[in-house]
């Protein structure tokens, strides 16, 4: 049920290891009941178990209602555990409130459309709500709210001074996630970042993610019901049902085994689906390829090979 | 304990579904019976009154089989308003308030004078008790009247007036959109509360700093009263496509049909509010 495999990292060459002992964040055993004390009680996490290390990418993958939004709760202590552990960066998720602030600090966590909270009227005002909490300097804070900008591929002087409501659907998700990043944290909690976006500004923000993740050492969870997306981003996954880890590893040894996700009524990326069913007609392709370029690359060789 | 979870300590507006007396009520006959219990609750001065009134109100609880805690819950979010209240009337009532009243209690200390008399002492009591038992009775009667039963029995029990040009259907769905909307702002209070306290935001810092607590809010009203307005637009538009043109000419799925079991409620409340108003309880 656990991961405790090593990993081989999926995306480019980065020394992502995923080993348990080193995560930064860990969660053990955690049980999560939604309107306890009330007849409206519904348990939404049962027993979950789960590890992020420094620099990796890990995906969580689920359905709705399987639990995955409650868990991110939890990841930088909005929900702090009843039953079970959380421990982020060797500080103990409990009751009180010390320490709570640096968590939050440390994991960023953005829920699914956040541009529903932008709430100033300036572009950088929002960005700079997070940062001014923090009582930095002028020029510090001007600083972040231009890094976090520009990492989310908006221009600073351009956006500074927009008003938020003359965005488009795409600005608006980028200065949410720009007022996140502004808090510089470490860790990059995202609830399907990409989703209700054109397909253009989705892989720019996909790109500009991994980017962070590349050359700024940023961590990331990446939460979503899209295989393909997840495929092709994470080091490791998690697949969540009905609140329980069913399955999880690198994303190559999970979605090599449909039929154990079948049960979930979860379907392997498309590019995967596509070379099982050629292998299933007997045609030598690689069965392991997660994304279009992998399947493209697979199916040549089979072609070469085959000629 | 979990900071953001609102919608937990929220009775008023939620349905649970169960099979009750008061669930199977006629809605008319519930507004009715509800309306002559709020004003035996207005209405009642006395300490022992009060009482009474608050067995009621549980009665009507265990009656409607509605779990004793969480029906309490809901005072739980009233807390701190219910002690500023108290300590308001203990501070800065003191003689006016029935100068013939003896004094319990009084403090001096330069020109500042604190006098606690015996009527101040049972009015703190008196409104603090009203506050629990209206907010019992409220609830009680939301969580087990359905929002389609209360707008049908609100147009119904209006239509008599409709020649003062009352405009009963109308009247009845704001209520219901009113009633409605509760839990979904609070959800949505609770989802903007997170997400900025994610990115820095702090909330909380105790629950008696008021300041404080106010100036937090602002992070979260301004993207709620958006969300408010939109979701309105949405509910105008939604109910356009499905062709909604107002009352006239419109039939119900439901058609209300009360038995006497429905008056008897009615009969139970009066006889109850006459009770309240003649008993000689003492002053």
């Keep these: 049920m656990?991961?405790?495999?090593?990993?081989?990292?999926?995306?480019?060459?980065?020394?992502?290891?995923?080993?348990?002992?080193?995560?930064?964040?860990?969660?053990?055993?955690?049980?999560?009941?939604?309107?306890?004390?009330?007849?409206?009680?519904?348990?939404?996490?049962?027993?979950?178990?789960?590890?992020?290390?420094?620099?990796?990418?890990?995906?969580?993958?689920?359905?709705?209602?399987?639990?995955?939004?409650?868990?991110?709760?939890?990841?930088?202590?909005?929900?702090?555990?009843?039953?079970?552990?959380?421990?982020?960066?060797?500080?103990?998720?409990?009751?009180?409130?010390?320490?709570?602030e640096a968590v939050r600090r440390l994991v960023g966590v953005a829920f699914q459309d956040p541009e529903d909270q932008v709430f100033e009227p300036l572009v950088g005002d929002d960005v700079a709500y997070g940062p001014r909490q923090l009582g930095l300097a002028v020029d510090e804070l001007r600083a972040r709210v231009r890094w976090a900008m520009e990492a989310v591929g908006l221009p600073f002087d351009a956006f500074k001074d927009r008003y938020t409501y003359t965005l488009s659907g795409g600005e608006l998700r980028r200065t949410a996630l720009a007022g996140v990043l502004a808090m510089r944290p470490r860790v990059l909690v995202l609830d399907e970042p990409t989703a209700g976006l054109d397909p253009v500004?989705?892989?720019?923000?996909?790109?500009?993610?991994?980017?962070?993740?590349?050359?700024?050492?940023?961590?990331?969870?990446?939460?979503?019901?899209?295989?393909?997306?997840?495929?092709?981003?994470?080091?490791?996954?998690?697949?969540?049902?009905?609140?329980?880890?069913?399955?999880?590893?690198?994303?190559?040894?999970?979605?090599?085994?449909?039929?154990?996700?079948?049960?979930?009524?979860?379907?392997?990326?498309?590019?995967?689906?596509?070379?099982?069913?050629?292998?299933?007609?007997?045609?030598?392709?690689?069965?392991?390829?997660?994304?279009?370029?992998?399947?493209?690359?697979a199916i040549a060789a089979a072609l070469r090979a085959t000629r | 304990?979990?900071?953001?979870?609102?919608?937990?300590?929220?009775?008023?507006?939620?349905?649970?579904?169960?099979?009750?007396?008061?669930?199977?009520?006629?809605?008319?006959?519930?507004?009715?019976?509800?309306?002559?219990?709020?004003?035996?609750?207005?209405?009642?001065?006395?300490?022992?009154?009060?009482?009474?009134?608050?067995?009621?109100?549980?009665?009507?609880?265990?009656?409607?089989?509605?779990?004793?805690?969480?029906?309490?819950?809901?005072?739980?979010?009233?807390?701190?308003?219910?002690?500023?209240?108290?300590?308001?009337?203990?501070?800065?009532?003191?003689?006016?308030?029935?100068?013939?009243?003896?004094?319990?209690?009084?403090?001096?200390?330069?020109?500042?004078?604190?006098?606690?008399?015996?009527?101040?002492?049972?009015?703190?009591?008196?409104?603090?008790?009203?506050?629990?038992?209206?907010?019992?009775?409220?609830?009680?009667?939301?969580l087990s009247t359905k929002t389609t039963e209360l707008t049908l029995g609100i147009e119904s029990l209006l239509r008599p007036f409709r020649r003062l040009r009352v405009p009963a259907h109308e009247l009845a769905l704001v209520v219901t959109i009113a009633v409605r909307f509760v839990p979904t702002l609070a959800l949505e209070a609770e989802r903007l509360m997170k997400a900025q306290a994610s990115r820095g935001g702090r909330f909380g810092g105790g629950r008696w700093h008021f300041v404080t607590r106010v100036r937090q809010l602002l992070p979260i009203l301004v993207p709620l009263v958006t969300y408010a307005l939109r979701r309105g637009e949405e509910l105008i538009v939604a109910m356009e496509a499905r062709a909604y043109t107002g009352g006239t000419g419109r039939t119900a799925y439901t058609v209300l049909a009360s038995g006497p079991g429905d008056w008897l409620a009615v009969c139970i409340a009066a006889a109850f509010l006459a009770a309240m108003l003649l008993a000689p309880f003492p002053a």
């Design chain 1, 2 to 100: 656990t991961a405790s495999h090593g990993v081989t990292s999926a995306v480019g060459a980065r020394a992502a290891t995923g080993r348990a002992d080193e995560a930064l964040i860990r969660v053990e055993d955690l049980w999560h009941t939604y309107m306890a004390g009330t007849p409206f009680a519904q348990a939404a996490l049962r027993g979950v178990t789960m590890y992020v290390c420094p620099g990796e990418v890990v995906g969580v993958i689920g359905h709705t209602g399987s639990g995955k939004s409650t868990l991110i709760q939890y990841l930088n202590g909005l929900l702090r555990p009843s039953r079970g552990r959380v421990v982020v960066a060797g500080y103990e998720v409990g009751r009180s409130n010390s320490g709570i």
């Design chain 1, 201 to 297: 500004t989705r892989s720019d923000v996909r790109e500009r993610l991994l980017t962070l993740c590349r050359r700024d050492g940023l961590t990331l969870v990446l939460v979503s019901h899209d295989m393909d997306e997840i495929a092709g981003l994470a080091d490791r996954v998690y697949v969540l049902h009905a609140g329980a880890v069913v399955a999880s590893g690198p994303p190559r040894e999970v979605f090599a085994r449909p039929d154990a996700l079948a049960p979930y009524g979860l379907l392997p990326p498309y590019p995967t689906q596509v070379c099982m069913r050629l292998r299933a007609r007997g045609i030598p392709v690689r069965g392991d390829a997660l994304t279009i370029e992998e399947a493209g690359a």
């Design chain 2, 1 to 142: 304990m979990n900071e953001f979870e609102l919608l937990r300590n929220i009775t008023i507006g939620q349905y649970l579904p169960a099979d009750s007396y008061l669930h199977r009520l006629d809605p008319r006959a519930k507004i009715l019976a509800a309306i002559l219990v709020i004003a035996a609750v207005t209405f009642t001065p006395s300490l022992v009154g009060n009482a009474c009134l608050l067995a009621a109100a549980l009665a009507l609880v265990r009656v409607g089989r509605i779990p004793l805690a969480y029906a309490l819950r809901g005072l739980v979010p009233a807390v701190p308003l219910l002690v500023l209240l108290a300590v308001m009337q203990l501070l800065f009532f003191g003689r006016n308030y029935d100068p013939t009243s003896s004094v319990v209690f009084q403090w001096r200390w330069l020109a500042v004078t604190i006098v606690v008399t015996a009527a101040v002492l049972k009015l703190v009591v008196v409104s603090a008790a009203r506050f629990i038992e209206l907010l019992l009775v409220t609830s009680v009667f939301t």
